[in-house]
């Protein structure tokens, strides 16, 4: 059975950073893709950052490049996304997610993901 749990969100102000991290569970198959999504109030789920497990391929969002940096810590089992020069359009709950449709080329659709976390929220104040 497929657990993730995110922690590290938080409110900041303009410019600051915060780092999220989503615990993975040990009970898990191989392949997989998994990696970080956001949803704002009345927006749709958007693919933040995606990595994938043979290859350790990475995407970002054209919005978060050079601003976010996806990490997978093997000593914690956890998958991180630390996030700097954060700005209010940043403010959404972020979610991870996983799933073993692997990809050469990660998905960053979330309709490719079956298993969520609860969410943190991060928020950025002007």
């Known amino acids: 059975q497929v657990q993730l749990v995110e922690s590290g969100g938080g409110s900041v102000q303009s410019g600051g950073s915060l780092t999220l991290s989503c615990v993975i569970s040990?009970?898990?198959?191989?392949?997989?893709?998994m990696g970080w999504f956001r949803q704002a109030p009345g927006k749709e789920r958007e693919g933040v950052a995606v990595?994938?497990?043979?290859?350790?391929?990475?995407r970002y969002a054209e919005f978060v490049k050079g601003r976010f940096t996806l990490s997978r810590d093997n000593a914690k089992n956890t998958l991180d996304l630390q996030m700097n020069s954060l700005q209010p359009e940043d403010t959404a709950m972020y979610y991870c997610?996983?799933?073993?449709?692997?990809?050469?080329?990660?998905?960053?659709?979330?309709?490719?993901?079956?298993?969520w976390g609860q969410g943190t929220q991060v928020t950025v104040s002007s």
């Open positions: 997610g996983e799933t073993f449709k692997w990809n050469r080329q990660p998905s960053l659709s979330p309709t490719q993901y079956t298993y």
């Open positions: 040990k009970l898990r198959g191989s392949p997989y893709q």
């Open positions: 990595i994938e497990d043979i290859y350790w391929t990475m």
